[in-house]
C-alpha cells in the first residue's frame, strides 16, 4: 500500500512540475507536501544502500530544525529544491519500455557478435553504445548492458569481465558530465545557476577526451589489437536479420539526438524551466516511441515491470535525495553556512579565480572516504557560489564539480556505478573502482586541469 501511494506522489509530482508555470499561484506548497508524502511512504521500505545515508540526513535536519527553530518554509524549500531529480528518474526509466518491447538488446547482441575481429574495436563499440543508452536512459542502462553483452564476451575476449566492466563503468560515468537528465549535471545545475548551454560544450569536448583516454589506455596496456577469439562469428545472420539490427541501432542514436536537440531549442526559447524541460522532453518522446509499438505483444507487460520495478528506482531516489535537499538548506539557513564558507574563503583569498582547480581532488578524496559525490557536490558548490561572485565564474565552477563528480564515480568503491558492477561481475568494488579505473581516473584528472584553464 505505502508503494502504491509513493509511486503514485512520484508520477503526480513530475506532472506538477511540468505544469507549474500554468497555475495561477506558486504550487511549490503543494509539491512541496507531495515530496513529503514521497519521503514518509518510502522510508519503510528503503534499499539497504540507501537507508542508511537517508536515515543520516534526516536524523541531522531535525537537530537543526529543533536547534534553530526552522519553519515549514524552510522544511518546504529543502524538499522542493530535490525533489525534481526524482521526477526526471522516474520519467527517463520510461525509456525502457521500447526497448525491450523492440527486442533491442538482442539486437545489440546480435550486432556484436557479427561485427568485430579485434579487441580494440570491440571496446570502443562497448564505450559508444553505453554512451548513447545512458544519455537517456539514465542509471539503468548499466545492469542492463551488462546483462546483454556478459555472455557473448566470454567466448570472445580473454577476460570479459574486466573489459566489458571498465567500458560501462567509464562510459557511462562520462555521459554524466553533459547529459541534461542526468543527476549529476542537474544538480549542478541547479546549485551553480549556470545553463546548460553554457557547460555543453565544453563538457561533451571533454566527454569525448576521457572516452579516448579510455580507449587508448586500454588499448596500450592491456588489450594491444588482440583479436577477438575464432568461432563466435561463424554463425551470422542473414543478411535481413542484420540490416533490421543497424535499423535498431540508429534509432537509438536518433532518440538521443532528439532528446538533446529539443533540449536546445527548449532553452534557447526559455520555454519551461532547466528541469521541467527534462521532464516535458522525456515523456514527449518516449511516448511518441513507445506509440510506435503500439498492439505489439509484451507491451502490457512492459508497462507493468515499469510500473512496479523501474519507479521502485526513483523511489528509492527520492528518498535520499530529498532529505539531502531538507538538510542543506537547514545547514544553509540555521547559520552553520557561514562557519563552512570560512574554510573557502581562505583558500579564495590564497588561489583567486584558481579556486575551481581545488573542487576535483576534494570532490574526489571525499567520495574515497565514504562521502557520497553528490553530497560533496551539494555543499562544495554551493559555499563557492556563495563565496566568489565573479560574473561568468559559475560556468568554470559547474566544469569543476561535474569533472570531480565524473571521476568519484568511476573510482569511489561506494559509487552506485562501481557497486553495481562490482557485484554483477563478481569483484570487490575496490578492485573494479581503484584497481580497474584507478590509472585512467588519474590521467583523466590532470587532462581536466590542463583543459580548464586553457578554456
Same mark, same amino acid.
Given at each position: 500500500m505505502l508503494q502504491t501511494i509513493c509511486k503514485i506522489a512520484i508520477l503526480a509530482t513530475s506532472g506538477l512540475l511540468v505544469l507549474a508555470p500554468l497555475f495561477p499561484q506558486d504550487p511549490s506548497n503543494v509539491t512541496g507536501a507531495a515530496g513529503l508524502i514521497i519521503l514518509l511512504t518510502s522510508l519503510p521500505t528503503l534499499g539497504s544502500s540507501y537507508k542508511r545515508p537517508t536515515y543520516l540526513f534526516l536524523a541531522l535536519s531535525v537537530f537543526l530544525?529543533?536547534?534553530?527553530?526552522?519553519?515549514?518554509?524552510?522544511?518546504?524549500?529543502?524538499?522542493?529544491?530535490?525533489?525534481?531529480? *526524482?521526477?526526471?528518474v522516474a520519467v527517463l526509466q520510461v525509456f525502457a519500455i521500447p526497448i525491450k518491447v523492440g527486442n533491442y538488446d538482442r539486437a545489440l547482441e546480435r550486432y556484436l557478435r557479427a561485427n568485430y575481429r579485434k579487441e580494440v574495436s570491440l571496446y570502443v563499440f562497448l564505450h559508444l553504445v553505453t554512451h548513447v543508452l545512458g544519455s537517456f536512459m539514465l542509471f539503468g542502462c548499466v545492469p542492463m548492458l551488462f546483462s546483454i553483452f556478459y555472455e557473448p564476451l566470454e567466448k570472445m575476449v580473454r577476460d570479459a569481465r574486466r573489459f566489458l566492466g571498465t567500458a560501462i563503468s567509464r562510459s557511462f560515468s562520462l555521459v554524466t558530465l553533459w547529459a541534461p537528465g542526468t543527476i549529476n549535471v542537474i544538480l549542478v545545475l541547479q546549485i551553480t545557476g549556470a545553463k546548460w548551454l553554457q557547460v555543453l560544450l565544453p563538457a561533451a569536448s571533454l566527454a569525448l577526451l576521457g572516452l579516448l583516454t579510455s580507449v587508448l589506455l586500454?588499448? =596500450?596496456?592491456?588489450?594491444?589489437? &588482440?583479436?577477438?577469439?575464432? #568461432?563466435?562469428?561463424?554463425?551470422?545472420?542473414?543478411? #535481413?536479420?542484420? =540490416?533490421?539490427?543497424?535499423? =535498431?541501432?540508429?534509432?537509438?542514436?536518433?532518440?538521443?539526438?532528439?532528446? %538533446? $536537440?529539443?533540449?536546445?531549442?527548449?532553452?534557447?526559447? &526559455?520555454?519551461?524551466?532547466?528541469?521541467?524541460?527534462?521532464?516535458? $522532453?522525456?515523456? %514527449?518522446? *518516449?511516448?511518441?516511441?513507445?506509440?510506435?509499438?503500439?498492439? =505489439?505483444?509484451?507491451?502490457?507487460?512492459?508497462?507493468?515491470t515499469y510500473w512496479e520495478n523501474s519507479v521502485l528506482v526513483a523511489r528509492d531516489l527520492a528518498a535520499l535525495f530529498i532529505a539531502m535537499g531538507i538538510f542543506a538548506e537547514a545547514v544553509h539557513q540555521s547559520g552553520l553556512f557561514v562557519y563552512l564558507q570560512s574554510g573557502i574563503n581562505s583558500s579564495a583569498a590564497l588561489l583567486g579565480q584558481y579556486i575551481f582547480l581545488l573542487i576535483p581532488p576534494v570532490l574526489i578524496l571525499l567520495s574515497l572516504v565514504g562521502i557520497h559525490p553528490f553530497i560533496s557536490i551539494l555543499l562544495t558548490g554551493k559555499m563557492l557560489v556563495a563565496t566568489v561572485q565573479i560574473p561568468g565564474y559559475e560556468v568554470y565552477i559547474a566544469l569543476s564539480l561535474l569533472l570531480g563528480g565524473v571521476i568519484s564515480f568511476v573510482?569511489?568503491?561506494? $559509487? #552506485?556505478?562501481?557497486?553495481?558492477?562490482?557485484?554483477?561481475? #563478481?569483484?570487490s568494488s575496490r578492485e573494479v573502482g581503484l584497481g580497474w579505473n584507478g590509472l585512467f581516473s588519474l590521467v583523466f584528472l590532470l587532462e581536466g586541469f590542463l583543459f580548464l584553464l586553457l578554456i
Open positions: 530544525f529543533v536547534k534553530y527553530r526552522l519553519s515549514w518554509e524552510v522544511l518546504a524549500a529543502g524538499v522542493n529544491s530535490m525533489l525534481a531529480i *526524482a521526477a526526471i586500454e588499448s =596500450k596496456l592491456r588489450l594491444k589489437e &588482440h583479436p577477438v577469439q575464432a #568461432g563466435i562469428v561463424e554463425a551470422e545472420e542473414d543478411t #535481413g536479420t542484420l =540490416k533490421e539490427d543497424i535499423k =535498431k541501432i540508429r534509432i537509438l542514436v536518433l532518440i538521443a539526438v532528439t532528446l %538533446v $536537440a529539443s533540449l536546445v531549442i527548449m532553452e534557447s526559447f &526559455h520555454v519551461l524551466t532547466s528541469t521541467t524541460r527534462v521532464i516535458a $522532453a522525456g515523456l %514527449v518522446i *518516449a511516448f511518441v516511441w513507445i506509440m510506435s509499438y503500439a498492439g =505489439k505483444p509484451g507491451l502490457a507487460s512492459a508497462w507493468r573510482i569511489s568503491p561506494l $559509487a #552506485g556505478t562501481v557497486l553495481t558492477i562490482s557485484r554483477m561481475a #563478481g569483484y
